[in-house]
Nanobody, 124 residues
């Protein structure tokens, strides 16, 4: 199993930017597709973005497409989420997770465990 630690969250004004990072350890990072998810208070966890093992393809939720960019560095075992033009509705705890393939990456219920996440708060 891959151990994951998210970081980079914080408080930002609407229209601002943040860059989240997820550090992985424990298994061969490049063997896993990676995803970012978020959970707002009182709401279910939702898919945000995912990237293939090689980084050659990314998938985004419609709500973040054009504003967020997922990237990975297989030499550093990290996956980042660059978030631009942030909106108050982006406020949530953000989590990363790993799967062997991109299949079912959009379904948070398919993941057995989650890390601590990192809080992102966007003020209006």
């Amino acid at each position: 199993q891959v151990q994951l630690v998210e970081s980079g969250g914080g408080l930002v004004q609407a229209g601002g930017s943040l860059r989240l990072s997820c550090a992985a350890s424990g298994r061969t990072f490049s063997n896993y597709a990676m995803g970012w998810f978020r959970q707002a208070s009182g709401k279910e966890r939702e898919f945000v973005a995912a990237i293939t093992r090689s980084g050659d393809y990314a998938d985004y939720a419609d709500s973040v497409k054009g504003r967020f960019t997922i990237s990975r560095d297989n030499t550093k075992n990290t996956v980042d989420l660059q978030m631009n033009t942030l909106k108050p509705e982006d406020t949530a705890v953000y989590y990363c997770n790993a799967r062997i393939t991109m299949a079912s990456m959009r379904k948070p219920s398919e993941f057995a465990s989650w890390g601590q996440g990192t809080q992102v708060t966007v003020s209006s």
